[in-house]
């Protein structure tokens, strides 16, 4: 399903989790956390999406990050969802770090450009709304 045709039917929405998140590199895969959103095993390293006092033993992080979940199912056939969203906002300069759940997509960025992705999704007509 091509992203126009998709959009004429649902209306995108977004929430803005309240918290600050770092992204890791750790030694260990760690027992489950309800501090860690997301971790990601790819046989080279061990990446951890968690909040800032997560207590994990890093190897490496960056902090400072915001998620924004996108609230609206996005089928499987869907084509350029995230393409989409990544080149508006590459356009004007902000790094995300994107991740893909069952349902629908995340991305992270810098908590200082936090306004200003919001500001363009919402032109790009996403309803942002509150957690």
Do not use: Q, W
Request: charged share 35%; with cysteine.
């Amino acid at each position: 399903m091509k992203l126009d045709e998709f959009r004429k039917k649902v209306e995108i929405k977004a929430s803005v989790s309240p918290k600050r998140y770092v992204i890791a590199k750790l030694k260990d895969c760690p027992a489950s956390s309800e501090k860690v959103f997301a971790l990601i095993k790819d046989g080279n390293e061990i990446t951890v999406i968690a909040e800032e006092n997560h207590g994990l033993e890093t190897i490496e992080e960056e902090k400072s990050f915001r998620i924004v979940s996108f609230e609206t199912k996005l089928p499987f056939e869907l084509v350029g969802f995230l393409a989409h969203i990544a080149t508006l906002l590459a356009e004007k300069d902000i790094s995300i770090f994107a991740i893909s759940a069952y349902s629908t997509d995340h991305i992270l960025v810098k908590e200082d450009c936090l306004e200003k992705t919001l500001k363009i999704l919402r032109a790009d007509g996403v309803k942002i709304i509150k957690n």
